[in-house]
Antibody, heavy 120, light 109 residues
Framework: QVQLVESGGGVVQPGGSLTLSCVAS????????MHWVRQAPGKGLEWVAF????????YYADSVKGRFTISRDNSKNTLYLQMNSLRAEDTAVFYC?????????????WGQGTLVTVSS | EIVMTQSPATLSVSPGERATLSCRAS??????LAWFQQKRGQAPRLLIY???TRATDIPVRFSGSGSGTEFTLTISSLQSEDFAVYYC???????????FGQGTKVEIK
């Protein structure tokens, strides 16, 4: 069965950096685009970034552009999110999500999330 | 930038009753609309895509309708496990970007 397991969250000071990982299993990781989505405590969902299955094409929300970098290692079935210049408003649970088999850009599987807290 | 607006913010419904949730787009999104269910402490779960197509293993009591700017998610007979927060999502196929509504909480009346 499809599994997505995020890790790397924690407490970081404003201006600091953190790298999140998402290990995938149960499907051919190298064949699917992947997304990061975040959810601030008690708030709604916000799309963060997307990476194409080859790793060549990447897209970002304006709120993180220039600060976050999405990448993947298909040999390790792992998705990454490098986060720099972190701000208090980046505090959130970060989910990785897999493009669906439905032929449209929706996610059919999500990980359980990893919490990032930006605080001094 | 397309903005997705959901209403109501909270819906109080008795088990067995019908629930109707609305989602409005600030401009036409065609049928590029999905619905997700999120229970406390859990990841979102895809219910509907293409405005009206149920995802795999989603019960038939969940149905979606609409196109353009007005969309509806209907839960025909609420079960105890359906009390949760529901999000609509506009998805752009390319570039692949997503915009979520702010959510509707369905609570027990």
């Amino acid at each position: 069965q499809v599994q997505l397991v995020e890790s790397g969250g924690g407490v970081v000071q404003p201006g600091g950096s953190l790298t999140l990982s998402c290990v995938a299993s149960g499907f051919t990781f190298s064949g699917y685009g992947m997304h990061w989505v975040r959810q601030a405590p008690g708030k709604g969902l916000e799309w963060v970034a997307f990476i194409q299955y080859t790793g060549v094409s990447k897209y970002y929300a304006d709120s993180v552009k220039g600060r976050f970098t999405i990448s993947r290692d298909n040999s390790k079935n792992t998705l990454y999110l490098q986060m720099n210049s972190l701000r208090a408003e980046d505090t959130a649970v970060f989910y990785c999500a897999k493009d669906s088999d439905y032929g449209v850009k929706v996610a059919d599987y999500w990980g359980q999330g990893t919490l990032v807290t930006v605080s001094s | 930038e397309i903005v997705m607006t959901q209403s109501p913010a909270t819906l109080s419904v008795s088990p067995g009753e019908r629930a109707t949730l609305s989602c409005r787009a600030s401009q036409s999104v065609s049928s590029n609309l999905a619905w997700f269910q999120q229970k406390r402490g859990q990841a979102p779960r895809l219910l509907i895509y293409g405005a009206s197509t149920r995802a795999t293993d989603i019960p038939v009591r969940f149905s979606g309708s609409g196109s353009g700017t007005e969309f509806t998610l209907t839960i025909s007979s609420l079960q105890s496990e359906d009390f949760a927060v529901y999000y609509c999502q506009y998805y752009n196929n390319w570039p692949p970007t997503w915009t979520f509504g702010q959510g509707t909480k369905v609570e027990i009346k």
